[in-house]
C-alpha cells in the first residue's frame, strides 16, 4: 500500500481550481476538475488516515504474537483471533473512513471508476477484515477488488491476500491455484514479486515441504526491499537447512543474520542455537562451546541460561558425552524460569535419551513433566503425549506385578513376620511424612534466600521439578524405592478390591484391558482420573496407624480365592506388558521376553493363546526364524480352529472380515436411504436380499427393523404389529427391539404401556414386558452458521484410536496446519469409541473437511475406515449425543439437514 504521487504541475493547477469550486464538482461530471477533487478529498480526507489505523493495527498484532525460537518461524505475524480484537476500534474506524469516501467520491462513470484511489479504498477494506480475523468476509472483498479491476495493477495485490485469506482457512487447493496462476504472470508488478516468494514460501512451510519453501524464500530474501523482511527470511531459511541437516548453507545464513544486527533475542538465538549447525571436531566447534559458556556469565543472559544449557548439552551429544548433556538438560531444566517451552524441551530430550537406553521408567518420568509443560501447538505435540501414555501403561502394569508379586511374599509368612514389616512399613511412612515436609520448609526457605542470587535449584531425579525436595542419604523418595514399593500406600490402591473399610476408605478403582479382536491390538479401557486417585491416596494416610494396619493386613492375598484373583491381575499384566512393548514401544526383544515369562509361570492362562502367537510375531519381526516356527507350529497344530491360526495361513484374513462387514455396511446405508427416499418396497426387497447374502450378518436386527417400518408405511396396521412384535421375539437383547417396543406402545398403548398388568396375571403364569411411555424424538437442532466438529464413530477393537488420531493429525499438519485443529477421543457407549476434530466456522467449511479427508487415497494409510460413520455436528448436538447414545437418530437428523 504505497502513497501514489498525484503532484504534476498541471494536475496542481486543477486542483486548486477545484477547491475553489467546491460542490461544483460534481461526481457525476468527468472532467480534470471534477476528479482532481475528488481525488484529493478521497486520498487525503480519507484513506490516508485509514490506511494508517490499519497500519498500526498491523504492527499490533505483530507484536502481540511472540516468535517461539523452538520450532520454525512463521513467515509472517498477524496474530490470532484473540489477539485480534484489540484492533477491533482502529480496524472499524478505517473501514468507516474509507467506506464513506466510497459513497461520496466514487465517480462510476460510463461503467468506469474514474477516480482511482476508490480501488484502494476496497482493498483497504479487506485487509482491515483479514487483521480482523473475518477471513471469509476479507475472501469477499478480495474478490471483488480482483473481479472489479481485473485490468489494474491492484488485483494482484487483492489476489495474493486472497491467497494468504485461503492459506489461514486451510484452502491449500484454492491458494495453491492462485500461485500457480501467478507463476509466469508478465504482468505482475515487480515490488509484489518478494510478498509472492514469501507467501509461496509460507505455502509449502505449512506443508511441511522444506526444500520447495527454501527455495522460494531464498527468491524472497534476495529482493525484499524491507531490512526487517530480508532478517525474517534469512533466520527462516537458517531454520529450515538446519532441520535438513544442510549446516554450510544454515551457517550462510546465520552470519547474514548476525551481520544485520538484529533484535537482541533473534540475535540471541541465531548464535546459541548455531551449536546444532557445527561438526564438534572443528576449531569452529570449540568456539562455541566457549562462546556459550562466557554467555552464561553475561547478565543479560540471566533469562536464556535454560537455553545456553541446552546448546551445550546438544553439542555433548554430538561428542557422545551423555552423561555431561544429562547434566546441562538438569541445570536448563532448573534454570528455566520464564520459557516454559524450553523447560518442556529440555524434560523431552532428557526423555528421549533414557527412552533410546531403554530406561522405560526414568523416560516415563521426563515424559511426564515434558507433557505438563509443552505447549499443545508444538509441531510433535501428539506424538510426544502418545509415547507418554504408553509409557504410563507400561509402568502402570509392571508396577501392578511388582506389587501383587510383593504381596504374595508377604501374605506367605507367618502372622508375625507379616505384623513386625507392616509396623514397620507404618513407620516409615510416618517418618518420612515428617522428612517431606521438614525438606520442603528447609527448600522454602533456601528459595527465599537465593530469591535475587544466581544459582542451581536442588535436582531430584523422582521429581525432576526444580525446586523438588532432595531426600537425605541419597536415596530416592520411598514411595518410588522399587525395594520398599510393595509396602507404600500408593500400591495398595491397586489391591484393595471389594474390602469393607471404616472412616474415609475408599476402594480404588483400576482399569481393565480387552484383548482386541485383532491380536496385535492394544485396546485401552477407561481409567479412574488422577485426581481421584490423590484422593483416595490421602483417604488412606488420614488413617490412624491401627486402622491403617488392619486394611493392609485385611488386603493381603492370605486364602485361595484371593490368591487367584492376584494371579489374574500378574498375568493380565504381563500380557498387557507384552503387547505395550510389541505394538506401542516397538521393543520386540522386551515383548518376548515378558511373554515367555507369563507362559512360563502360568502355563495354562487365560492369554495363552494370543501370547504364542504374538511370540510367533515378534520372534518373526526378530529374524529368529527357529523361534518363530516353534511358536508358529503350535498355533497350527494345537488350536487350528482358532483365527489365530486361519490369520497365520492368510495374513489377510482379518483384512477380509472387516472388508465383509464393511460390504454389509455398505448395503445396510443404501437400504436406510431407500428408506429415507421413501423408495419403501425396494427397502422391504433389499431386507430379502440380504438375508440371502449376508446370513448371520449382525445387521440382521437393523435389517428386520428397517423391513418393518417400510411395511408401516405402506401395509395396513396389523401387519405393521405383526412385523414389530417378531422383532421384539428375535432380537430380546438388541437395542431395536426398544425402538420396536416404543412403537408398539404408540399403537396400543393399552397392551404396551400399563404398569399394572404386571401385578394383574395369575401366578406361574408369563408376564407380559412392561414397557414405558415412548421416549420422544432427540430435539437435535439445525444450525449451519455456528460452530461445527467432525465426528467419526467406529466399534471398538475395529480401528485403533491412537493410529486414527495420528493420521488425523498428520493429514490436518498438511493442509489445514494454521487451522490449528485439536483432536480428541471418548467412548460412546459401551461398544463405540470416536475421534472428534474441531473446530470449524460453520457447516459448509466442515463438510469441505470431512470431504476432504475422506476422499484423500493416503490420509488414513492402512487403516481401515469403511465402517467407521462420519459426520459434522455442532458443539449443543453434541452434547445432547453423548448425553442420548442415539447416534442413529443424529444418523437420520444429520441426512435430512446437511446432506438434501
Not at 184 to 197: A, G
Not at 460 to 475: C, F, L, M, S
Given at each position: 500500500m504505497k502513497l501514489r504521487s498525484t503532484f504534476k504541475i498541471p494536475?496542481?493547477?486543477?486542483?486548486?481550481?477545484?477547491?475553489?469550486?467546491?460542490?461544483?464538482?460534481?461526481?457525476?461530471?468527468?472532467?480534470?476538475?471534477?476528479?482532481?477533487?475528488?481525488?484529493?478529498?478521497?486520498?487525503?480526507?480519507?484513506?490516508?488516515?485509514?490506511?494508517?489505523?490499519?497500519?498500526?493495527?498491523?504492527?499490533?498484532?505483530?507484536?502481540?504474537?511472540?516468535?517461539?525460537?523452538?520450532?520454525?518461524?512463521?513467515?509472517?505475524?498477524?496474530?490470532?483471533?484473540?489477539?485480534?480484537?484489540?484492533?477491533?476500534?482502529?480496524?472499524?474506524?478505517?473501514?468507516?473512513?474509507?467506506?464513506?469516501?466510497?459513497?461520496?467520491?466514487?465517480?462510476?462513470?460510463?461503467?468506469?471508476?474514474?477516480?482511482?484511489?476508490?480501488?484502494?479504498?476496497?482493498?483497504?477494506?479487506?485487509?482491515?477484515?483479514?487483521?480482523?480475523?473475518?477471513?471469509?468476509?476479507?475472501?469477499?472483498?478480495?474478490?471483488?477488488?480482483?473481479?472489479?479491476?481485473?485490468?489494474?495493477?491492484?488485483?494482484?495485490?487483492?489476489?495474493?491476500?486472497?491467497?494468504?485469506?485461503?492459506?489461514?482457512?486451510?484452502?491449500?487447493?484454492?491458494?495453491?491455484?492462485?500461485?500457480?496462476?501467478?507463476?509466469?504472470?508478465?504482468?505482475?508488478?515487480?515490488?509484489?514479486?518478494?510478498?509472492?516468494?514469501?507467501?509461496?514460501?509460507?505455502?509449502?512451510?505449512l506443508q511441511n515441504e522444506y526444500e520447495k519453501a527454501a527455495e522460494h524464500l531464498e527468491k524472497a530474501t534476495a529482493i525484499a526491499k524491507k531490512k526487517q523482511d530480508r532478517i525474517r527470511y534469512a533466520f527462516i531459511l537458517w531454520q529450515i537447512y538446519q532441520k535438513l541437516g544442510e549446516y554450510p548453507k544454515a551457517v550462510t545464513k546465520y552470519e547474514m543474520v548476525i551481520k544485520s544486527n538484529p533484535a537482541y533475542e533473534m540475535s540471541f538465538n541465531a548464535r546459541v542455537n548455531r551449536a546444532r549447525c557445527i561438526d564438534v571436531n572443528s576449531p569452529d566447534g570449540k568456539e562455541i562451546r566457549k562462546m556459550l559458556v562466557k554467555m552464561l556469565t553475561d547478565f543479560k543472559n540471566l533469562e536464556y541460561q535454560d537455553q545456553i544449557y541446552y546448546a551445550l548439552a546438544e553439542i555433548s551429544l554430538k561428542e557422545n558425552n551423555t552423561p555431561e548433556a544429562i547434566d546441562f538438560l538438569r541445570k536448563s531444566t532448573a534454570s528455566s524460569t520464564v520459557n516454559t517451552n524450553q523447560k518442556a524441551l529440555s524434560y523431552l530430550k532428557l526423555a528421549e535419551i533414557y527412552f533410546k537406553e531403554p530406561n522405560y521408567k526414568l523416560a516415563q518420568t521426563f515424559y511426564d513433566s515434558t507433557a505438563a509443560f509443552l505447549s499443545q501447538d508444538y509441531p510433535d505435540y501428539l506424538s510426544i503425549i502418545n509415547t507418554k501414555n504408553n509409557l504410563n501403561k507400561l509402568i502402570k502394569n509392571l508396577n501392578i506385578i511388582l506389587v501383587e508379586d510383593s504381596l504374595q511374599n508377604l501374605a506367605s509368612k507367618s502372622p508375625a513376620e507379616r505384623e513386625m514389616r507392616i509396623d514397620r512399613m507404618i513407620a516409615n511412612?510416618?517418618?518420612?511424612?515428617?522428612?517431606?515436609?521438614?525438606?520442603?520448609?528447609?527448600?522454602?526457605?533456601?528459595?527465599?534466600?537465593?530469591?535475587?542470587?544466581?544459582?542451581?535449584?536442588?535436582?531430584?531425579?523422582?521429581?525432576?521439578?526444580?525446586?523438588?525436595?532432595?531426600?537425605?542419604?541419597?536415596?530416592?523418595w520411598y514411595f518410588s524405592n522399587q525395594s520398599a514399593i510393595s509396602f507404600g500406600y500408593n500400591d495398595f490402591l491397586r489391591i484393595w478390591g471389594d474390602r469393607k473399610l471404616e472412616d474415609n476408605w475408599r476402594r480404588s478403582t483400576k482399569s481393565s484391558f480387552a484383548a482386541a479382536a485383532n491380536p496385535d491390538e492394544f485396546i485401552e479401557e477407561v481409567d479412574s482420573t488422577e485426581v481421584v486417585d490423590v484422593a483416595k491416596r490421602d483417604s488412606i494416610m488420614a488413617l490412624d496407624n491401627a486402622k491403617r494396619k488392619d486394611a493392609y493386613l485385611a488386603s493381603l492375598p492370605t486364602i485361595p480365592e484371593l490368591i487367584a484373583k492376584s494371579n489374574d491381575k500378574i498375568v493380565e499384566a504381563y500380557y498387557n506388558v507384552g503387547l505395550i512393548y510389541k505394538e506401542q514401544l516397538k521393543d520386540n526383544p522386551s515383548?518376548?521376553?515378558?511373554?515367555?515369562?507369563?507362559?512360563?509361570?502360568?502355563?495354562?492362562?487365560?492369554?495363552?493363546?494370543?501370547?504364542?502367537?504374538?511370540?510367533?510375531?515378534?520372534?518373526?519381526?526378530?529374524?529368529?526364524?527357529d523361534k518363530s516356527d516353534y511358536y508358529k507350529n503350535v498355533i497350527l497344530k494345537d488350536y487350528a480352529d482358532t483365527e489365530y491360526a486361519k490369520i497365520i495361513l492368510n495374513p489377510d484374513y482379518f483384512k477380509?472380515?472387516?472388508?465383509?462387514?464393511?460390504?454389509?455396511?455398505?448395503?445396510?446405508?443404501?437400504?436406510?436411504?431407500?428408506?429415507?427416499?421413501?423408495?419403501?418396497?425396494?427397502?422391504?426387497?433389499?431386507?430379502?436380499?440380504?438375508?440371502?447374502?449376508?446370513?448371520?450378518?449382525?445387521?440382521?436386527?437393523?435389517?428386520?427393523?428397517?423391513?418393518?417400518?417400510?411395511?408401516?408405511?405402506?401395509?395396513?396396521?396389523?401387519?405393521?404389529?405383526?412385523?414389530?412384535?417378531?422383532?421384539?421375539?428375535?432380537?430380546?437383547?438388541d437395542s431395536v427391539t426398544v425402538r420396536a417396543k416404543e412403537i408398539l406402545a404408540l399403537i396400543d398403548p393399552s397392551m404396551y404401556n400399563r404398569k399394572d398388568s404386571v401385578e394383574t396375571q395369575p401366578e406361574g403364569q408369563p408376564k407380559p414386558e412392561v414397557v414405558e411411555p415412548p421416549k420422544a424424538p432427540v430435539p437435535f437442532v439445525m444450525n449451519a452458521d455456528t460452530a461445527q466438529y467432525v465426528f467419526i464413530l467406529y466399534q471398538n477393537n475395529v480401528i485403533s484410536t491412537n493410529e486414527l488420531k495420528i493420521a488425523v493429525s498428520n493429514y490436518n499438519n498438511k493442509f489445514y496446519s494454521v487451522k490449528?485443529?485439536?483432536?480428541?477421543?471418548?467412548?460412546?457407549?459401551?461398544?463405540?469409541?470416536?475421534?472428534?476434530?474441531?473446530?470449524?466456522?460453520?457447516?459448509?467449511?466442515?463438510?469441505?473437511?470431512?470431504?476432504?479427508?475422506?476422499?484423500?487415497?493416503?490420509?488414513?494409510?492402512?487403516?481401515?475406515?469403511?465402517?467407521?460413520?462420519?459426520?459434522?455436528?455442532?458443539?449443543?448436538?453434541?452434547?445432547?449425543?453423548?448425553?442420548?447414545?442415539?447416534?442413529?437418530?443424529?444418523?437420520?437428523f444429520y441426512d435430512e439437514n446437511y446432506l438434501n
Open positions: 494536475a496542481f493547477i486543477a486542483i486548486v481550481v477545484a477547491l475553489l469550486s467546491g460542490p461544483s464538482c460534481s461526481v457525476k461530471k468527468n472532467n480534470i476538475l471534477s476528479r482532481e477533487y475528488h481525488k484529493t478529498l478521497a486520498h487525503y480526507n480519507g484513506y490516508f488516515n485509514a490506511r494508517e489505523k490499519v497500519k498500526d493495527g498491523a504492527k499490533t498484532l505483530a507484536t502481540s504474537q511472540l516468535d517461539r525460537y523452538d520450532r520454525i518461524l512463521p513467515v509472517f505475524k498477524y496474530g490470532d483471533p484473540a489477539s485480534a480484537k484489540a484492533v477491533f476500534p482502529g480496524m472499524d474506524e478505517a473501514i468507516k473512513k474509507v467506506s464513506l469516501v466510497i459513497q461520496r467520491h466514487s465517480m462510476d462513470i460510463d461503467g468506469k471508476e474514474r477516480n482511482k484511489w476508490i480501488e484502494d479504498c476496497f482493498l483497504l477494506i479487506g485487509i482491515a477484515q483479514f487483521y480482523k480475523h473475518e477471513t471469509w468476509t476479507a475472501i469477499e472483498s478480495f474478490q471483488y477488488v480482483a473481479a472489479q479491476y481485473r485490468s489494474e495493477p491492484i488485483r494482484y495485490d487483492a489476489l495474493l491476500w486472497l491467497t494468504q485469506s485461503y492459506l489461514r482457512l486451510g484452502k491449500m487447493p484454492d491458494a495453491d491455484y492462485l500461485l500457480t496462476t501467478f507463476r509466469d504472470d508478465p504482468k505482475m508488478p515487480t515490488d509484489l514479486k518478494s510478498l509472492y516468494n514469501a507467501i509461496y514460501g509460507d505455502y509449502y512451510l511412612e510416618n517418618e518420612l511424612k515428617e522428612l517431606e515436609a521438614k525438606a520442603k520448609a528447609e527448600q522454602k526457605a533456601l528459595d527465599e534466600a537465593k530469591a535475587n542470587e544466581e544459582g542451581e535449584p536442588s535436582f531430584n531425579a523422582q521429581d525432576p521439578r526444580p525446586g523438588a525436595p532432595v531426600t537425605p542419604g541419597g536415596g530416592s515383548a518376548g521376553k515378558n511373554f515367555e515369562t507369563l507362559l512360563t509361570r502360568y502355563p495354562e492362562n487365560l492369554y495363552k493363546v494370543p501370547t504364542i502367537y504374538n511370540l510367533y510375531r515378534v520372534y518373526l519381526a526378530m529374524g529368529e526364524m477380509d472380515q472387516q472388508k465383509k462387514v464393511a460390504i454389509q455396511k455398505v448395503f445396510y446405508e443404501n437400504t436406510y436411504r431407500a428408506y429415507l427416499n421413501k423408495q419403501y418396497e425396494d427397502v422391504i426387497e433389499r431386507k430379502s436380499l440380504a438375508d440371502s447374502l449376508f446370513p448371520g450378518t449382525d445387521l440382521a436386527p437393523k435389517f428386520d427393523l428397517l423391513k418393518s417400518m417400510a411395511i408401516g408405511k405402506t401395509r395396513p396396521i396389523p401387519e405393521f404389529e405383526a412385523s414389530l412384535k417378531s422383532i421384539v421375539v428375535k432380537y430380546p437383547d490449528k485443529l485439536q483432536i480428541s477421543s471418548a467412548f460412546l457407549g459401551s461398544e463405540s469409541q470416536f475421534v472428534l476434530i474441531r473446530e470449524f466456522t460453520n457447516k459448509e467449511e466442515a463438510l469441505r473437511y470431512l470431504d476432504g479427508l475422506l476422499s484423500d487415497p493416503v490420509a488414513f494409510g492402512d487403516i481401515d475406515v469403511s465402517s467407521a460413520r462420519s459426520v459434522t455436528i455442532t458443539p449443543d448436538n453434541m452434547i445432547l449425543l453423548m448425553q442420548t447414545k442415539d447416534m442413529e437418530g443424529y444418523e437420520r
